[in-house]
């Protein structure tokens, strides 16, 4: 198995990175994860997160109890600390956004493919514009270019037809377009049902095995 670039970007809904990040590195799979500085202030105001971009570690993306208990009443502890604990099976590569010398900004560096989640429209705008002032946007291309499978998950409301011609101009170059959308036919009950339901989706189109959620008739 090749590794999976996850790119987190400045839009709402930090919660779903957190998720999809615990989950793929429950997998034996190699995590190439890189995170954009309004990301970061995302990740302060949603969740009280202070993340170092020079210096990340694991750890500064563990959820406080409070942050927890705003969510919902579900576990009192984010899967990230048992991973921090020594029983994750994938392992982490963390790049600084502006770091082009970086394996993922080459496309002779083998992946199973890339997910940006949550994605900014400012992200969305510069993939589909051809633009290239980050890492993110630079790995991005790269599997655009070589037809490898890219995972957009678009956050805002309502959508501008900017907005929505850029997904179309994704959508058409081969990018998977996956609002981060929950729908509500597993009868959720917190909010870490709806975060499920979508990282689960997420997993589906990168081909990683996963158990978050039933799946219809099942
Ligand atoms: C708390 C917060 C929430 C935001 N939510 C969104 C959002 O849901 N969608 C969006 O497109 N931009 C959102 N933004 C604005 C982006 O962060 C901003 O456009 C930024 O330039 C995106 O940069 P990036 O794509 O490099 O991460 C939010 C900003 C903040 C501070």
């Keep these: 198995m090749k590794p999976i670039v996850l790119a987190i970007t400045g839009a709402s809904g930090s919660i779903y990175a957190i998720r999809l990040l615990e989950t ?16 970061g202030e995302v ?14 570690s694991l750890d500064q993306l563990l959820l ?26 994938g392992q982490l590569h963390y790049h600084n956004n502006q770091d082009y010398a970086a394996g993922i ?11 940006i989640c949550p994605c ?5 705008s ?23 499978k890219l995972i957009v998950v678009p956050r805002e409301t309502p959508l501008s037809g900017i907005h929505l011609g850029n997904m179309k ?20 009950i917190t909010i870490h049902d709806l975060v499920d339901f979508v990282v ?3 997993c589906d189109q990168l081909g990683v095995e996963q158990s978050l959620t039933s799946r219809w008739s099942e």
Aim: charged share 20%; aromatic share 4%.
């Design 126 to 148: 510069s993939l589909a514009n051809g633009l290239s002032s980050n890492l993110i946007h630079r790995a991005a291309h790269v599997h655009l270019k070589e037809r490898r």
């Design 200 to 202: 689960a989706r997420i």
């Design 43 to 56: 990740f302060r105001h949603e969740l009280g997160l202070k993340i170092d971009l020079k210096n990340f």
């Design 64 to 89: 406080s109890r409070d942050a927890e208990s705003a969510l919902d009443d579900g576990p009192e502890q984010n899967a990230l600390s048992s991973i921090i604990a020594g029983t994750t099976r």
């Design 169 to 188: 101009t994704l959508s058409d170059e081969g990018a998977v377009i996956l609002p981060a959308m929950p729908g509500f036919y597993h009868n959720p």
């Design 24 to 39: 793929l590195l429950t997998t034996k799979r190699d995590i190439h994860l890189v995170i954009s500085h309004a990301a």
């Design 105 to 115: 900004a080459s496309g002779s560096f083998l992946t199973d493919g890339m997910v």
């Design 120 to 124: 900014s429209m400012g992200t969305l």
